[in-house]
């Protein structure tokens, strides 16, 4: 039987450890329940280390090394190489626009380094890796705005709609392959 694979982005460690907001809390734990097992394994990339702020890890005290040591049961810490640090800056420098709308005015955005480095590390999963089901789990809809240059970036969730002028590149079509989901667990109620 195939195990069922997920590399979680940052918010979810966030959300996890911090309770906030309410809404998937019981799907997240759900999967970590099952990954201390042998039904599903969880990656993080350590790049999370360094997108988690000491100040955002709540009145516990807590380093974020400590918090993800407390989940090393349930998680497989994967450090960044030079290829997928390389396909995050390939990532990165691509233009990005949306897919709707008239050639001379659709909407750009830049994809974050963070995401950048996330996407490149689930392809490098899949690709060099050989990690099987697969699913990138993530709340990024492109929502926020981004803290660095203060725009809207690309989506996780809904990459491919801003790929307008890259879609038939190999490297994106490796991002739009991917799963990229919300964690919806199968036994837990939709929020």
Same mark, same amino acid.
């Given at each position: 039987?195939?195990?069922? *694979?997920?590399? @979680?982005?940052? &918010?979810?460690?966030?959300? @996890? ?5 309410? /809404?998937?809390?019981? #799907?997240? /734990?759900?999967?970590?329940? /099952? ?52 396909? *995050? ?28 480095? #996330?996407?490149?590390? *689930? ?13 990138? #789990? ?9 803290? /660095? ?12 709609? @801003? &790929?307008?002028? &890259? ?17 919806? #667990?199968?036994? &837990?109620?939709?929020?």
């Amino acid at each position: 039987m195939a195990v069922n *694979a997920f590399l @979680w982005d940052t &918010c979810l460690v966030y959300r @996890w450890f911090n309770g906030r907001p309410p /809404e998937y809390v019981d #799907h997240i /734990e759900k999967f970590l329940e /099952e990954a201390k097992g042998t039904k599903s394994e969880i990656y993080v990339s350590t790049v999370t280390l360094a997108e988690i702020a000491p100040s955002k890890m709540g009145k516990s005290g807590l380093s974020p090394g400590q918090v993800l040591a407390s989940m090393s049961k349930s998680f497989i810490l994967f450090d960044t190489t030079p290829d997928i640090m390389s396909l *995050a800056g390939y990532l990165r420098d691509q233009r990005y626009r949306h897919v709707d709308g008239p050639e001379n005015k659709a909407a750009t955005r830049q994809l974050s380094l963070g995401d950048s480095i #996330h996407l490149a590390t *689930a392809v490098a999963l899949k690709e060099e890796f050989g990690v099987q089901n697969l699913s990138l #789990h993530t709340f990024d809809e492109g929502k926020k705005r981004d803290g /660095e240059s203060g725009k809207k970036t690309v989506p996780i969730i809904g990459f491919q709609n @801003w &790929c307008r002028d &890259c879609q038939n590149d190999e490297e994106i079509q490796k991002v739009i392959s991917l799963q990229r989901t919300k964690p919806v #667990h199968p036994q &837990c109620p939709l929020p």
